[in-house]
Each structure stands twice: as structure tokens, then as C-alpha cells.
């Protein structure tokens, strides 16, 4: 009987490869030009580069410097692609964010920083922004808890190129700076003055400091007074969860008349009555975002209706003022 195959011996080993023949050296990457490196670099996001080319040698990290990588930092990718931590509340990480941006307006060079959007940062960052970016023209610093209107107060006095402002979640500043944006700012066309949800903060529960979310700002009316006289240019407004009244929305109604987005989600004091009498003379709004939300009948002890627009639609009633 004949014996079975047998499987084929391996292959020999292939030799180690031989860098060091004909085929010349391997590229030694520290010695590509400043223009070619920077023309990389600008392909990465701020994340990118703080993690990666900066790390890798001298020549790299001085083409990172370059003012024309600076022209924005931007870390608000990263932010919304990872769940909130505690630890982003942190003295520890608000220090983290303060240095890089500090590091960022550095190599901005004279004036070349146009466009910031980080969040956790200080008032010891913003005082450096408004004295070195007098050309900024996008400022988005939501919860910084440690940016108050001392900081903002500078920033409208030496940022008055401002466009776009995103303060939602800074609870230490009030509608005092609001109104000096208002006067100084003349091209804001974007406000986002968004706060925590104060109706239902479970989800905040463990991660914001108690203390904070307690600190929600309470004048609503203040600074809606603020933004419809001082902000008449205003075409984007997000209150989420502003504790305005009726008065106050017709306040900015009355002064933006070229708003084309309001979003008014979670504006408890508002009643769907509220919302058509003060809209009526903008002209130019294309979409509104109103407070339709599920509110807990903890909040307001009622027995039959928990559904805001529900019941506000069914009674045209104020009952559900905050």
C-alpha cells in the first residue's frame, strides 16, 4: 500500500534585508524642508498636531510653530466625539487648555489667530487672546466655568472683528457682557447663549460640579434685553433653556429684526402664545426651534398634564410660568 503524500517541506528563511546596498539609505524624514513639512501639517486637525509631528524632533516641532498652521485652534472635534468627564472640570485640565491656547495665539504670530473654539479654558487665556487677536473673528468657549465678564470685558474692547460667539454654559458671565459685545462687536451675526438643562439636569449629574449646575444664571430677561438692543445685526440666536418671559423675547424680537434661527428649545416661561406675538414682525426668520420638551409633573405638581404643548395649546394658559 502506498504511503500517504506528505506535506511539502517550507520554504527556506529569505535573507534579512540589506538597506545598506545599492539601493541607498533609508530617507531621513528631520531633513524635509520647512515649506514641505508645513504643507503636511496643515492637513491635520489641532488634535493631530499637538499628538503627533510635535513630538518627533526639533525641525518638526518649529515647522508646527509655523503662524500658518495657526491661523484657528480648534478643539471642539475632540470634544464632541468623547463622552463628558469629570476630570475636563478639573483644575488640572482647564490649566492643560489654557497652555495650549496660549501656546496657539504665541504662533499666531501678529494678529493671525481668526477663529477659536475650545472649551474649559480661563480668563488667563481669553486676557492673552484679546491682546494678541485683534483680527478674531470666531469665539467659542463653551462651559468655562472660570471665564467670567472681567476676561469678556477685553475681549469686546480689543476683539471687535467678532462674528460668531458661543458662550453657552459660562455661568460667571452675565448680561454686562452681552451688552459690551453688543456696543463694540458691530459684525456679530452669531450668538449661542445656550444653558444647562435646568429642568432635568440627571444627565449632568456626576460630571458638572453640583455646585454649578445649581449656579445656573437666573436673568433671562437681562440679557435678552441686552441682546435686542445692543445686537441689532444678529441672524443666528440659540437660548436653549433661558429663563426668559414673554418680555423678554419680545425685547429681542423688537431689536433683531434680521434673526433668520431662533432656538428656543427648553424656554420653560414661554407659552406657544408668547412665541407668535413676538415673532410675528421677523420677516426674515426661516426656522424657529420652539420649547417643546416633556416636562416631569415633579416640576410643576400637576396631576393631568405633563406635556407643555400640550397643555399650552389645548388652554393658551401662563400656568406653566417658571
Not at 511539502?8 to 520647512?34: I, K, N, Q, R, V
Not at 504670530?109 to 477659536?116: P, Q
Not at 414682525?281 to 417643546?292: E, F, H, R, T, V
Amino acid at each position: 500500500m502506498d504511503a500517504p503524500d506528505q506535506p511539502p517541506p517550507p520554504p527556506p528563511p529569505l535573507p534579512p534585508a540589506d538597506f545598506s546596498g545599492e539601493s541607498g539609505p533609508s530617507p531621513d524624514w528631520a531633513e524635509l524642508t520647512h515649506e514641505c513639512l508645513t504643507n503636511v501639517f496643515a492637513r491635520l486637525t489641532a488634535e493631530q498636531l499637538w499628538t503627533g509631528p510635535m513630538l518627533v524632533c526639533k525641525s518638526w516641532l518649529r515647522a508646527c510653530a509655523d503662524p500658518s498652521l495657526h491661523t484657528a485652534f480648534d478643539l471642539e472635534a475632540r470634544f464632541e466625539s468623547s463622552r463628558e468627564s469629570i476630570r475636563w472640570w478639573s483644575p488640572e485640565f482647564e490649566r492643560r487648555v489654557d497652555a495650549m491656547l496660549r501656546s496657539a495665539v504665541g504662533w499666531s504670530g501678529d494678529g493671525g489667530l481668526a477663529a477659536i473654539r475650545a472649551r474649559h479654558c480661563s480668563d488667563r487665556a481669553l486676557d492673552l487672546v484679546a491682546e494678541r487677536c485683534p483680527n478674531l473673528q470666531v469665539l467659542s468657549i463653551k462651559s468655562c466655568q472660570s471665564v467670567t465678564d472681567a476676561s469678556m470685558a477685553r475681549i469686546a474692547s480689543c476683539c471687535t472683528s467678532l462674528r460668531e460667539l458661543d458662550i453657552s454654559y459660562c455661568h460667571e458671565v452675565s448680561h454686562v457682557s452681552l451688552v459690551l459685545i453688543g456696543r463694540n462687536c458691530p459684525n456679530l451675526k452669531v450668538l449661542k447663549r445656550n444653558l444647562i438643562n435646568w429642568l432635568d439636569p440627571s444627565q449632568h449629574v456626576g460630571v458638572v460640579p453640583a455646585e454649578y449646575l445649581n449656579a445656573c444664571p437666573q436673568e433671562g430677561d437681562s440679557e435678552a434685553a441686552a441682546i435686542g438692543k445692543y445686537m441689532p445685526q444678529l441672524e443666528h440666536l440659540e437660548i436653549r433653556f433661558s429663563k426668559l418671559t414673554a418680555k423678554g423675547l419680545t425685547s429681542i424680537c423688537n431689536g433683531c429684526l434680521d434673526l433668520m434661527h431662533l432656538d428656543l428649545l427648553g424656554c420653560a416661561n414661554l407659552t406657544s402664545r408668547d412665541i407668535v406675538n413676538a415673532t410675528s414682525n421677523l420677516k426674515n426668520l426661516q426656522d424657529i426651534i420652539k420649547p417643546n420638551f416633556y416636562i416631569p409633573r415633579s416640576v410643576y405638581h400637576t396631576e393631568r398634564y405633563g406635556h407643555w404643548q400640550l397643555y399650552d395649546e389645548r388652554f393658551q394658559t401662563d400656568v406653566f410660568r417658571i
